[in-house]
């Protein structure tokens, strides 16, 4: 044919070419970590909390998919022979409480949306990463200093039979700065929560505490706390922003997809280095006990809203600076200064 013939290479210099250079083209990289997302119900704030996860872990290089509760124990046991995940991540109490139970040693345990981890016990016997729901207790506390100067004693409800109840009892008073006090009221010593509350009342604190503990906290409790305490004029810290609107005057909320992509960054790391150590390293890790694996609580940051209706109504003004770190304020702005 005319025009320049091609010269051929021989064979042994392409295998040549392809032993030398392959392991340098197309490197095989370790599988993608997979975690399991699991909610504890079909609520909204799950929905948006686990959607947020599932975006964040994917957009690092995980391989995430979300999986009902009914479904964890069959999927657990599904799994065994063709691996189980490199984590599991509960979105909500009731999710956390039920994979602490069932999950491997060998799954990485992790969770978002839970009130106070540490009493509930979730930190204990076991290699778990999670994000609390609320700021840490020292943080709030600090809170409420720098809202209400004069605050120095504070009341609580709690269940003296409820061990997460009692526990986190214990932890608010640990939180307290120095000259403060907590007024701790239990439950059980009253016939009915109606008279702990009268009871809780009438020590007149100067500020009445309140946390999502459903061994104390119910709609009607709230209610008869809310509605009591404006009578005595005795502000409430709420642990939620529709808390805030109904009556508290101040308190903390959370927001669902900041929290989970703080945990979707934290937990993608850390299965990340995981993946890549060394199979000697991680048999080591296989052989360490439970007791000694790393255990990592996150806290989101302060976000909080003020009531001023109810501000108004105890003669309460809140510092300038205070109010305008506030992203959500009920009612009409007023200046700061001192009660």
Known sequence: MPG????????????????????????RSAPSPRVWIVPSGK???????????????????????????EYVGRELEARKAAGLPAACVAVGTKAALRLRKVLPAQVLF???????PRAMGLLRG????????????????????????????????????????????????????????????KVEKFSTKAKAIEALLSLKPDLIWTFPDPAVIDLPTLKAVLLGALRKKIPVFGFSAPLVRSGAL????LDPSAQARLLGAELSARLLRRSRKAPGEEEKKKDS??????????????????????????????????LKGAKIVYGGRKKGGSP
């Open 250 to 253: 101040l308190g903390t909320y």
């Open 110 to 116: 992790s969770f978002c949306l839970v009130s106070h």
């Open 289 to 322: 006990s439970p007791g000694k694996e790393e255990r990592k609580l996150l806290f989101p940051r302060n976000l909080y809203a003020v009531n001023l209706n109810v501000a108004l109504r105890l003669d309460i003004t809140f510092p300038e600076k205070f």
């Open 43 to 69: 609520a909204a704030l799950y929905q948006v909390a686990s959607d947020a996860l599932l975006l964040e872990l994917k957009k690092r290089g995980i391989d995430a998919r979300q999986i009902p509760l």
């Open 126 to 185: 076991r290699s778990c990463l999670g994000i609390a729901a609320e700021p840490s207790l020292s943080a709030q506390v600090a809170l409420v200093g720098e809202a209400l100067p004069w605050v120095r004693r504070l009341g609580l409800l709690y269940s003296e039979t409820d061990p997460a109840s009692k526990a986190l009892r214990f932890q608010i008073e640990e939180a307290l700065p120095e000259g403060w006090s907590l007024d701790a009221v």
């Open 4 to 27: 320049k013939e091609r010269k051929r290479r021989p064979l042994g210099s392409w295998i040549l070419a392809g032993f030398l250079l392959g392991p340098f083209q197309n490197p």
